[in-house]
């Protein structure tokens, strides 16, 4: 059975950074497509970043790029993303995300002064 449990949001101000993590069990994240995707109130599904299963492939949506970084801890069977900067647009329920659309609970990320 497939389980992805995203952590590591928080209420954090803005340049501030935080690290989402997603733990996957049922599958392995190493060489394997994923993505991050955010949901901001009142909004669909945004798609946010994605690593190719050759692990150094990497995507970003252009409100991101140069402030997030995505990555695997294959060790840990964990998907990353690395949010520095971080700007009120960013608030969002982050999920990751299996090529087949399978996700997680999510977790919140809230940047406000």
């Known amino acids: 059975q497939v389980q992805l449990v995203e952590s590591g949001g928080g209420l954090v101000q803005p340049g501030d950074s935080l690290t989402l993590s997603c733990a996957a069990s049922g599958l392995s994240v190493g060489n394997r497509y994923m993505k991050w995707v955010r949901q901001a109130p009142g909004k669909g599904l945004e798609w946010v970043s994605t690593?190719?299963?050759?692990?150094?492939?990497?995507l970003y949506t252009n409100s991101v790029k140069g402030r997030f970084t995505i990555s695997r801890d294959n060790a840990k069977n964990t998907l990353l993303l690395q949010m520095n900067n971080l700007k009120s647009d960013d608030t969002a329920v982050y999920y990751c995300?299996?090529?087949?659309?399978?996700r997680g609970q999510g977790t919140q990320v809230t940047v406000s002064s």
């Open positions: 995300e299996t090529v087949d659309g399978r």
């Open positions: 690593i190719y299963s050759d692990g150094r492939t990497t």
